[in-house]
């Protein structure tokens, strides 16, 4: 089936295949590509659908249509004023998704006959409103499980200064594919309430689950989103209605009276975390979901039921690091200074890459483009455009005639390099392109995705070879060694795999990464995997073993880009924390930290004679840095 988006149509539900409505003649596909199935909710802003996306091989997205801009009459600088707000936060929740893999990724935003629609992507499993009916009241594991799953992911959405301000049990799904606990409906309430352009009487939040101060003053702050998760777990732990919970005339919550009223006991460790949670005065509550976490996992420990049924007390511990012997005198390093900014993009720039010979700049941005610059000059040489969403990776082959990228539109593309033409499209993936590589002997390509697979490519044909499965989550950085033998891939997963690059046969996990592995590199001997995680470090691996060799910290934030210079001497990380690192490779020393940038730095590389250092950020810049 599809169903009309005319928010007026009184017969949207049109036959399978139908092209326009047959009751109002609206055009059924958004841009061409996106074809809603059937609404899944409506709220004051707008209505929600389940929806098809056919540049991906028609797999379910959803489609967000708010109504704002319809109500406006006669009024073009609120309009302006609601599209630009709808822009801005439609580019964070761009951001958050595309960093965060308990996030839904936004897949476009755009406005369509005077109506703002957010595309995202598709969560397939159960809400908690719809496992409550299922399964009735949860346990208090179940409610310490799921606090342990989601506070991570609201400290990750504060530190980027979001508020989601709808935390609800609807609005929480737990994944089919891995069981994971996913926060979804990040909307614009709180820009568009702004405008007064909601339908009356919406409010930001949801009664009954957002807090005084969202409900009366508009107001939201890391303790409001708190408050409501503590809401939605005391809902969840009795399977009472929300007005049974709270007596409006002690002020009192009465959840604990509820559970006992059916013979349920908490212990006094929730009892404790729940109750701050729920504090009315946004000060007397927990300020942060870090302070949550800390109170929840220390105040007691809970018992680990093993495989044959016995509990026991077992405590996990990280493996063991090897001890780092003691640093030896060092030969005087290069040191690198700040030479200029390439600037051009319209968002922020995603990967950067050398040509071969030193002489072009590839550049790729959420700005849906690639950009070649001059080495020499720093002038623009050309802007390559076909790519309909971000582009997250930009690579050259090793002859310097072919420029690949991936982007967000779920396509890889091969340019010619001379005069920037197009020359295919590769199409499989399901999902975000994350990553592409290419052989040292120029004939194969690999790909990482979101839809956890890497597929590996034949250039000349467009021919796709082979596809690996083994990642749970999204794949989000492929390379292939210097020699040709080995693919590394990593993930969200908090693991990195190594294949044999001709037959695809998996030869070993390397796991000690706590959070999203973001990128890997092998240094030029094929001896030594370095990679770098949002878990604010950078570790080196044995490549033959898989072992631990060392542990690299002295970033504040996630490690986003790490990159080995040609010599493989210096080891080069960009972060969230605006800083790039510079790390002598044999001892893990910390040469120099360089510190232009002014926002997140998302990707680095160096060139061939390893004397220039590009870097790009979420400026929408380059900066270009030269070594003594």
């Known amino acids: 089936m599809s169903y009309c ?18 009751a109002c003649g609206t055009k059924l596909q958004l841009k061409d590509r996106y074809r809603a199935i059937a609404p899944i909710g409506e709220g004051g802003f707008g209505r929600t659908f389940l929806a098809e996306d056919t540049d991906r091989l028609n797999t379910h997205c959803v489609i967000k249509q708010l109504f704002p801009l319809l109500q406006i009459q006669g009024s073009s600088g609120a309009m302006s004023k609601a599209s630009l707000l709808f822009e801005q936060e439609a580019r964070r929740l761009l951001e958050l998704g595309e960093q965060h893999p308990q996030i839904p990724t936004l897949f476009g935003y755009f406005e369509q006959n005077k109506i703002l629609y957010l595309v995202q992507q598709y969560i397939e499993g159960q809400d908690l409103d719809q496992e409550l009916e299922q399964q009735g009241a949860f346990s208090e594991q179940q409610i310490i499980e799921l606090l342990n799953d989601l506070l991570p992911v609201l400290q990750f959405v504060h530190e980027n200064q979001v508020i989601h301000r709808d935390i609800k049990p609807t609005n929480i799904v737990r994944r089919r594919s891995d069981r994971k606990f996913v926060l979804i409906d990040f909307g614009v309430s709180k820009q568009l309430s702004a405008t007064g352009l909601a339908k009356t009487g919406t409010r930001t939040g949801t009664e009954g689950f957002a807090p005084i101060e969202q409900l009366r003053g508009g107001k939201a702050f890391p303790a409001s989103d708190l408050y409501s998760l503590g809401v939605t777990c005391i809902h969840l732990l009795t399977a009472a209605q929300i007005d049974e919970l709270y007596d409006p005339l002690e002020g009192n919550w009465l959840w604990k009276e509820q559970l006992n009223k059916k013979g349920v006991t908490v212990s006094d460790h929730l009892t404790q975390v729940l109750d701050k949670i ?4 946004v000060k007397e509550r927990y300020q942060s979901a870090a302070e949550v976490l800390k109170d929840l996992n220390q105040l007691e420990t809970f018992p680990v039921v093993s495989n044959d049924n016995n509990i026991t007390n077992t405590q996990i511990t990280s493996p063991i690091e090897p001890v780092p012997l003691a640093p030896q005198p060092q030969p005087q390093i290069q040191t690198w200074e700040f030479v200029r900014t390439l600037t051009g993009h319209s968002n922020l720039v995603r990967s950067v890459a050398f040509s071969l010979d ?26 390559l455009t076909g790519h309909s969403d971000p582009v997250s990776t930009v690579v050259f082959s090793p002859d310097n005639q072919v420029i690949a990228s991936g982007s967000a539109d779920g396509s890889i593309k091969l ?105 890997i590199a092998i240094t030029p001997d094929c001896q030594t995997l370095v990679s770098g995680s949002r878990d604010n470090t950078i570790k080196l691996w044995e490549i033959s073993t898989g072992k631990l060799i060392r542990t690299l910290k002295g970033h504040s934030k996630g490690v986003w880009w790490v990159a080995i210079a040609p010599d493989g001497k210096i080891i080069a990380s960009a972060s969230s924390d605006n800083t790039i690192n510079l790390w002598r490779s044999n001892t893990g020393e910390l040469s120099q930290t360089l510190k232009d940038h002014a926002k997140g730095v998302r990707c680095v590389a160096f060139s061939p004679d390893h004397r220039t250092l590009a870097s790009g950020s979420a400026e929408n810049t380059i900066t270009l840095w030269r070594s003594n």
């Open 278 to 281: 729920l504090q009315e005065y």
């Open 358 to 383: 030193g002489k072009i700049l590839a550049s790729g941005s959420w700005d849906n483009t690639i950009k070649l610059w001059n080495i020499e000059t720093s002038q623009l040489i050309h802007t």
């Open 5 to 22: 988006l005319n928010p007026a149509c009184q017969k949207p539900q049109n036959p399978a295949g139908t092209n326009f409505c047959l």
């Open 415 to 519: 340019w010619q390099t001379s005069n920037g033409k197009l020359m295919r499209s590769l199409r499989g993936h399901t999902d975000w392109i994350k990553s592409v590589a290419i052989s040292p002997n120029g004939e194969t390509l690999a790909s990482g995705s979101d839809d956890n697979t890497i597929k590996i490519w034949q250039i000349d044909s467009g021919v796709l070879i082979n596809t690996l499965f083994g990642h749970l989550y999204p794949v989000s950085s492929v390379t292939f060694s210097p020699d040709g033998q080995i693919l590394a891939s990593c993930s969200s997963d908090h693991t990195i795999k190594l294949w044999q690059a001709n037959d695809g046969k998996l030869i070993r996990t390397l796991t000690g990464h706590t959070d999203w592995i973001k990128s």
